[in-house]
């Protein structure tokens, strides 16, 4: 099975924290479309036959499409894999275009999954990500995707943020439990080099929080969540029983996708990845010639093992100690667990069924125990 992903680069705005590629020309937007249906042709065969189970529209703001675009696009898609026989079809929206107009046309094309970029609930905070949306605005954007008829809704959270409190947090995962999503993505704010926020916090115009009030933020996260029935699959991903993201989960699982749009990145789940380049312009000129502005990498053991360390651990189903050992070899296998071995010691790593996990006393420091565990060429 294979995943596809799709990247739509329009904004109305750019956030204050986002270093994803994006634009603000929509004039763009006809010639975009019909380039990424050009390039949709052009790499039919990089899945190699896989059956296509998930498709995911991300961006940018892919909501920012309007039916016309949506057609176009799926019927270039039709080309590659029957649309009939994808699981999960999801497509990320701003709260603000989620009119009870725009929902009802979402539900009639293929869509069976929206995640919705809420981010947060508290007024003052959306101004200062540059949101342009407002709390009330995200409370009706849910309530009219199921007027419309989807039954898996996602929405994003984000904590850590400037000036927040733990009565903040506390009230945003409140209004989030009330809306019952299906599946909430809660990441905590990184200060991305070139961002808004990144200048401001330089120009000490803001305060990163303290790791103390980053640690009581994510455990809240967890038991609320955990609490209300939702389980903690990723680091940063809940979902009610049976509501996994198919699209993320096949990432961390290896699995092959195909990524088309500026900056999307593709791998064939062996050892070969490619990515187009990060330029709107450059991406559609080259599509309209012929010539993509892609490059290519070759990725070596140690490269192919260190993915699997951070891809596998940061789930719930981990890393199998059996599959380190076929596909990496003994000595990347004892030097795992060599450098496992500290973490073992101090609870914050655990092995059970042949497994490799990292248990919640050790989930908020992940990335350092990821990190020792990689290998250095």
Not at 190 to 200: A, C, I, Q, S
Not at 302 to 327: C, D, Q
Request: aromatic share 10%; glycine share 8%; with cysteine.
């Amino acid at each position: 099975m294979a995943g596809i992903y799709l990247h739509i680069p329009f904004c109305k705005t750019r956030c204050a924290y986002c270093d994803f590629y994006s634009t603000t020309l929509p004039e763009w937007k006809e010639r975009y479309v019909k380039a990424l249906c050009k390039e949709l042709e052009m790499r039919k065969g990089f899945l190699a036959g896989e059956k296509v189970e998930t498709l995911y529209f991300g961006g940018g703001t892919p909501s920012q499409l309007d039916r016309k675009e949506w057609e176009e696009i799926f019927a270039a898609l039709s080309h590659l894999c029957p649309i009939g026989q994808c699981k999960e079809i999801t497509v990320e929206a701003n709260p603000d275009d989620l009119t009870p107009g725009y929902a009802a046309m979402l539900a009639t094309l293929p869509f069976n999954r929206i995640s919705i970029g809420i981010q947060t609930f508290h007024e003052p905070l959306l101004k200062l990500l540059n949101r342009r949306h407002t709390a009330k605005q995200a409370i009706e954007a849910v309530n009219n995707c199921r007027e419309a008829g989807f039954t898996n809704l996602s929405i994003d959270l984000m904590y850590g943020l400037p000036g927040e409190t733990e009565e903040i947090w506390a009230n945003d995962l409140k209004q989030a439990l009330k809306l019952q999503p299906e599946h909430i993505s809660a990441y905590h704010l990184t200060y991305e080099e070139g961002t808004t926020l990144w200048k401001m916090r330089c120009e000490r115009k803001i305060k990163e929080v303290s790791e103390e009030s980053s640690l009581a933020f994510y455990n809240m996260l967890v038991a609320r969540l955990e609490e209300a029935g939702y389980i903690h699959y990723e680091i940063s991903n809940f979902c009610l029983p049976g509501r996994f993201s198919r699209h993320n989960s096949n990432y961390w699982k290896g699995i092959p996708y195909l990524g088309c749009g500026p900056s999307a990145h593709s791998y064939d789940g062996q050892s070969h990845r490619q990515w187009n380049t990060a330029s709107l312009a450059a991406y559609v000129e080259g599509m309209e010639n012929g010539t993509p502005n892609e490059e290519k990498e070759y990725l070596g053991l140690n490269t192919r093992y260190n993915e699997f360390v951070i891809t596998s651990l940061r789930t719930m189903w981990g890393m199998p100690l059996g599959k380190l050992k076929e596909a990496y070899g003994q000595k990347l296998h004892d030097y795992c667990m060599a450098c496992a071995h500290p973490y073992l010691k101090n609870g914050k790593l655990a092995v059970a069924d042949g497994t490799l996990r990292i248990t919640p006393k050790g989930v908020f420091i992940s990335d350092r125990i990821m990190s020792d565990l990689l290998a250095v060429d």
